[in-house]
Every structure is written in structure tokens, then in C-alpha cells.
């Protein structure tokens, strides 16, 4: 009914920027709010930011000043600006969406796109 798909992602030496994109499909009535999690390997997946409907964001502290999302309304897709990346923020990026489907039983409902691989590395 619905997906998910991040893109974006790769490598990118310390001090470097990447803008990841989440594009999400199918049968939406409305999104709710967005959000980027990330997973480093050997950790638990932890919630980088998130954006509202309204155009209100919140991050994690370690990403503050540095991690910047926004989001086009009309094309179902929020972004990631990251700047100023560090090895610390290798991950493989989640994006999460809540929303409201069309028709009966409309939720809300949480989906999750599959994830883009960030590595920082000189």
C-alpha cells in the first residue's frame, strides 16, 4: 500500500556534505510527520530527527547544527542536508513515516523505508 524509498546515501570523507531524500508512495491520505533514524553497526537504531507537518523539526544533539531536514509536502518526500560529517555518523539511515492511509481503516499507520549506507571515511 505504501513504500518507502531513502536514496542518497554513500561515502563521503570527514568534513563532507550528503543529502539523503525520502520518497514515499502509494495510497496516502495524509502524512503526519517524518523522520530519520540511523543504525551504526553494533547499535541500536536511534532516531536522528524529525519533522512535523507543520514544518516543525527536532534533532538528537550530536546532529544539531550540523543535520538539517525539510520536506516537500506536494512530493510526499522529506530530506537530509548533513553537513560537516563525521566518522561517528557512519550508519545505514532509516526514514519512518506517519500517516494516514485513503479509505477504510485508515490508521495511522507507521512504515519504515529499507535504508542508505552514510560512511565517512577519509
Known amino acids: 500500500q505504501v513504500q518507502l524509498v531513502e536514496s542518497g546515501g554513500g561515502l563521503v570523507q570527514p568534513g563532507g556534505s550528503l543529502r539523503l531524500s525520502c520518497a514515499a508512495s502509494g495510497s496516502i491520505f495524509r502524512i503526519n510527520a517524518m523522520s530519520w533514524h540511523r543504525q551504526a553497526p553494533g547499535k541500536q537504531r536511534e532516531l536522528v530527527g524529525r519533522i512535523i507537518s507543520a514544518g516543525r523539526t527536532n534533532y538528537v544533539d550530536s546532529v544539531k547544527d550540523r543535520f538539517i531536514i525539510s520536506r516537500d509536502n506536494a512530493k510526499n518526500t522529506m530530506y537530509l542536508q548533513m553537513n560537516s560529517l563525521k566518522p561517528e555518523d557512519t550508519a545505514v539511515y532509516y526514514c519512518?513515516?506517519?500517516?494516514?492511509?485513503?479509505?477504510?481503516?485508515?490508521?495511522?499507520?507507521?512504515?519504515w523505508g529499507r535504508g542508505t549506507q552514510v560512511t565517512v571515511s577519509s
Open positions: 519512518n513515516a506517519n500517516l494516514l492511509l485513503q479509505g477504510l481503516n485508515p490508521g495511522p499507520y507507521d512504515y
